[in-house]
């Protein structure tokens, strides 16, 4: 019910003011500017989280206001989720103008930046969790990539499994290589970008045609004689 109320107050541009915010039983909302708008609402039954209307009132004499407090980072995530799915270029500029010409209501830079970040993780997941499904992704591999070869370097931080570094070889790289290829390598590697830093390397040949061919990759934390 509260959600519904901030929505409400939303579409129509509305201060509004929830009275006992942290009574979880009963529901009221007032208009910040004293007009006669009012909702009052109370649980129906102890069992269930359903609501129900004692003291309505939608009258307002307040003109529209255009910057809101309810129009939060996490709302914005929750209305534009798949418009970012479609569009993940989709620049800040551009977001605003969408809320604005929606909702008619102005929002910061720093939150549509935000609101960005969270459906980026609700969409593709956190960084943390693609991390943590390394090992599914390298059985999987190794099904549809017979004779392929995938090593995990992990370490303990506080009893936590941290992921440390990951090489790969595909099967069909590894024969190329020795069929195909001179007898010589090299390994470039450039940094990475995002929460978690670190390296990916790469180790190439060279085939008949004098052009390079990709052998094996690794991402590691930092390019040393260990990694």
Known sequence: MIEAIKEHAIIHGREVKLIKKNDKRRVQAKCVKGCPFQV?????????????IKTLSLEHQCGRVDKLRYTTSNWLCDRYANMLKRNSEFDLKSFQEDVLEDYKINVKKIQVYRAKGLARDLNEGTFKKQYARLWDYAEQLKNANRGSTMKIKTHIVK?????????????ACKKGFLEGCRPVIGV??????GPYPGEILTVVGVDGNNGYFPVAY??????????
Do not use: M, P
Request: one cysteine or more; hydrophobic letters at 35%; charged letters at 25%.
């Open 40 to 52: 009052y609402g109370s649980k129906i039954n102890t069992e269930e989280w359903t609501f129900g």
């Open 188 to 193: 470039d590697g450039c940094h990475l970008k």
């Open 218 to 227: 690794a991402v590691v934390d930092i390019e040393s004689k260990d990694s």
């Open 159 to 171: 009893v936590e499994t941290v992921f440390q570094r990951i090489y790969v070889c595909l099967a």
